[in-house]
């Protein structure tokens, strides 16, 4: 097929048919003689506008006035092309940044006869790269600006070719000291000669990724805990650059954690010689009570027929089994699983009553002080643990004080928001201070362990400062030591003050009442416990488990009072029994004993607790206080025949009634 285009005018077509580019002629002088539709499209000049005119109206004023047009013209005759970006204006004013190529038009002769001049609007591609440059520029301002960090290139065979502030201030080297260095050079020797430079870049040639801590090398020769990233960089097309290397110095950060470890190295420690302290006194102080109940039982048993032998045997039993349930109330006051039996106590009145007490048994040598305020504040506690408590203070002021000195009994109302080992709120502050030699601040921190102790042996357990220690968490307040070597201690007491709101507990109801169900599963005690309920005057029924108390509830109506254990065997618990009788026979009173129950301790004070082993008196009193004087129905269930259960003949519900 002919084309339609000959020869003459086939160029003219195509140059005519370019809108991308500005294609013209210019003569000698640089006037433009021809102008094609993409010249139009760019610079906005139509062809009776621009024919005639010199080209240098396409350059700014600046370009203009420093000859760039006309340099251009003279490099493109001499050289034969001229080329250069830079920026032109259009018809409107405004600016394009364009690419310039200029070509000498030369006759058969040689001779330049005009200029072919190419100009394309590059605008767009040169903004992509100014905004690229700009994100270089701000990248490597940032990987300079850190200085925490070593952040730097190595080339496909590990030689750095970069450096940043940070690895500067790491490693001391500056920049013309080692780029083009193997980062091997940072390695200790003993790594360098196992190999692990070159292991470190296989890996992260062949994974993408190498992370390791470990020593590394300054430039003095100091070392450092380093941890290291290596991330291998490949083009577009998967070939390897080089590595990106990220350092930093982890060296306090591991003597932290090295620091952290042996604290709690140590504090393990000091937890096993505190707990190797308690069971060695444990062992110590029960062994001496169990050879005594031993011996005495022996003795006994070896002379049943002199009564006074036998009752001094006795006595010895019972005063060893009560240092044994005294002991056993200190441990488990420091261990906050002592039930406190709280009553609101006027200190106003009880503590110059205690001092009263406790001063003649100073001695002459002790200058005995008391400083109370006048308006103390009641508190809700134990009133035999507080004294206890108390007592353990003074007898720790005494004995600092060998040579005499002075004591100062004080207490006082302290209004707490934080101060005091975060407790905030009304306090009453209860003080020790002596005057003795004060306690050495190595080991002000133990003086509260269990069996620590400084005196001589056989000269005290360790438990005093232990207990009040105890007791004055599981008040929910605190014990705070201020002590000076030469100068005393100051022990204070702080319990939160409970005004009107206790004093409806401690006002509670007591009368005596005929009968008691005794809930026992052990055979002795249970008949232990009916002896003595029946000493005080009540009359006894037993129940081997819950179940069987609760079906002894519904049939006789003699029991006026419950008095269970805890831990029962059969499923159902003793606490779980109380809350049962409580549903079904609200106003029967009930009184919980055990010898050691963590239900029991953290439960809602719902029911009166006796912890075992229990003083006969304190069981007397408890039933006492809670029995009502008025005889009382348990149900309308109950027929006659129940009513006339006397003996264990007359029932089969397995239950046995003691008269």
Sequence with gaps: MKSKFGPENAYE??????????????DREGRVSSWNPGAERIKGYSPDEILGEHFSRFYTEEDRHAGVPEAALVTAAESGRYGAEGWRVRKDGSRFWALVAIDAVRNDKGEVIGFAKVTRDISDRREAQLRELESERRFRLLVQGVSEYAIYMLDPDGRVTNWNAGAARIKGYAAEEIVGEHFSRFYAPEDFEAGLPSKALETARRDGRFEAEGWRVRKDGSRFWASVVIDAIHDDHGQLLGFAKITRDMTERRE??????????????????????LTGGLAHDFNNLLTAILGAADIG???LGDPDKLRRMFSGIETSARRGADL???????ARRQPLELKLIELAVQLPLFAERIGPTLGGDIQFETAFDGDLWPVETDPSQLEQTLMRLVANAQDAMPEGGRLRFAARNARLAGEVQGLAGEFVAISIEDTGAGIPTEIRPRIFEPFFTTKQFGHGTGLGLAQVYGFAQQSKGAVAVESAEGRGTTMTLYLPSRGAAAAERADRAAAAKPGVLVVEDEPFLAELAADLVREFGYEPYVAHSAAEALSMLTRISGVKLVFTDVIMPGGMSGLELARKVRTRYPEL???????YSQVVGSAPEEFPLLPKPYDVRQLEETLRSLVKPVSHDLGSGIGPADRTLGSPEQRSDGLSRRS
Excluded: C, N, W
Aim: hydrophobic letters at 45%; proline letters at 2%.
């Design 13 to 26: 077509v195509l140059v005519q048919s370019v809108v991308d580019y500005a294609i013209y002629l210019l």
């Design 256 to 277: 932290a954690q090295q620091r952290l470890e042996e604290a709690r190295e140590q504090l393990f420690q000091s937890k096993m010689d505190a707990l190797g302290q």
């Design 301 to 303: 048993g070896r002379h």
């Design 328 to 334: 056993t109330k200190q441990l488990l006051a420091f």
């Design 589 to 595: 009173p009930i009184v919980l004993t055990t010898g």
